[in-house]
């Protein structure tokens, strides 16, 4: 593939979360759970210019992903976009503008023609995200406990996959959450753990898959080292040190690299 898409991790977990998908003709804000200070001083920090957005797309209602958004509103004009029941399920989002989307709909931002399908979270009706042109493809899922069929089928070889790798589960087994709070993670409804992504990888990495970027990683429950083996593993990459100063994995032939996005260090994948 051509890259034509470009990610930009400004934050990933469970305290906030936000990302630019930068296309041909402008940027995706995809969920906006930090606020405007942080979001604007990430992107600086990685060069990204935040006035080539065009569009916010909210995968679902939970702050972590919406709580930064209304104060972003007060200086932004472009489309916002989400299902109806992400709208509906918080009263600070039904008075904005949104275009409502269904969870398998197609629509065109910024130059990239926007897939959304459907993910398993214990919200109203929340979504994943592919974004392509007609030489790149760029595969968002995260907060979801499972990967139905519809999901695997529209991000299966994709040239980055930002999938969510959440936690360990002998860790999670054995941690400080409550039993309630334990299941509710581990159940289908809840957070990918790191050999659930680790296993949909041997579906979803094809021949143009350049790079997998781990997110939405538990700091509780997960390690980034954990989780960057754990993945490696399932691609036959070894773990490296990466020019940021970050581990990543790379296989043998250079062709793949994995890595993990974070809380509060933004990440950029060209």
Same mark, same amino acid.
């Given at each position: 593939?051509?890259?034509?898409?470009?990610?930009?991790?400004?934050?990933?977990?469970?305290?906030?979360?936000?990302?630019?998908?930068?296309?041909?003709?402008?940027?995706?804000?995809?969920?906006?759970?930090?606020?405007?200070?942080?979001?604007?001083?990430?992107?600086?920090?990685?060069?990204?210019?935040?006035?080539?957005?065009?569009?916010?797309?909210?995968?679902?209602?939970?702050?972590?992903?919406?709580?930064?958004?209304?104060?972003?509103?007060?200086?932004?004009?472009?489309?916002?976009?989400?299902?109806?029941?992400?709208?509906?399920?918080?009263?600070?989002?039904?008075?904005?503008?949104?275009?409502?989307?269904?969870?398998?709909?197609?629509?065109?931002?910024?130059?990239?023609?926007?897939?959304?399908?459907?993910?398993?979270?214990?919200?109203?009706?929340?979504?994943?995200?592919?974004?392509? %042109?007609?030489?790149? *493809?760029? =595969?968002?899922?995260?907060?979801? !406990? /499972?990967? #139905?069929?519809?999901?695997?089928? +529209?991000?299966?070889?994709?040239?980055?996959?930002?999938?969510?790798?959440?936690?360990?589960?002998?860790?999670?087994?054995?941690?400080?959450?409550?039993?309630?709070?334990?299941?509710?993670?581990?159940?289908?409804?809840?957070?990918?753990?790191?050999?659930?992504?680790?296993?949909?990888?041997?579906?979803?990495?094809?021949?143009?898959?350049?790079?997998?970027?781990?997110?939405?990683?538990?700091?509780?429950?997960?390690?980034?080292?954990?989780?960057?083996? %754990?993945?490696?593993? *399932?691609? =036959?990459?070894?773990?490296?040190? !990466? /020019?940021? #100063?970050?581990?990543?994995?790379? +296989?043998?032939?250079?062709?793949?690299?994995?890595?993990?996005?974070?809380?509060?260090?933004?990440?950029?994948?060209?």
């Amino acid at each position: 593939m051509t890259p034509e898409i470009h990610l930009h991790v400004l934050a990933s977990g469970s305290k906030g979360n936000a990302a630019v998908v930068e296309g041909p003709a402008g940027s995706v804000l995809v969920d906006c759970g930090i606020s405007r200070r942080a979001l604007l001083g990430r992107a600086d920090e990685l060069g990204v210019d935040m006035g080539r957005v065009t569009a916010v797309v909210l995968t679902h209602e939970h702050s972590d992903h919406v709580g930064g958004l209304t104060v972003f509103c007060n200086h932004f004009e472009g489309e916002l976009v989400a299902t109806a029941g992400t709208v509906g399920a918080r009263s600070y989002l039904t008075g904005l503008p949104f275009t409502i989307v269904g969870h398998s709909d197609e629509l065109e931002l910024a130059g990239m023609r926007v897939r959304t399908f459907p993910t398993s979270h214990d919200v109203a009706d929340p979504v994943g995200l592919r974004f392509s %042109t007609a030489d790149d *493809a760029l =595969g968002f899922c995260t907060d979801t !406990g /499972e990967l #139905g069929a519809e999901a695997l089928d +529209t991000l299966r070889g994709v040239r980055i996959l930002a999938l969510e790798s959440n936690h360990d589960e002998r860790m999670l087994a054995t941690g400080p959450y409550p039993a309630y709070l334990k299941a509710r993670v581990a159940g289908p409804t809840g957070h990918l753990s790191n050999a659930q992504a680790a296993a949909a990888l041997g579906e979803l990495v094809g021949e143009d898959t350049e790079c997998v970027v781990a997110m939405h990683l538990s700091q509780e429950n997960n390690r980034p080292s954990m989780c960057l083996r %754990t993945l490696a593993e *399932a691609v =036959g990459a070894e773990v490296v040190a !990466g /020019e940021d #100063g970050r581990d990543e994995a790379r +296989t043998r032939d250079g062709r793949l690299t994995v890595c993990c996005a974070a809380q509060d260090w933004p990440l950029t994948v060209w």
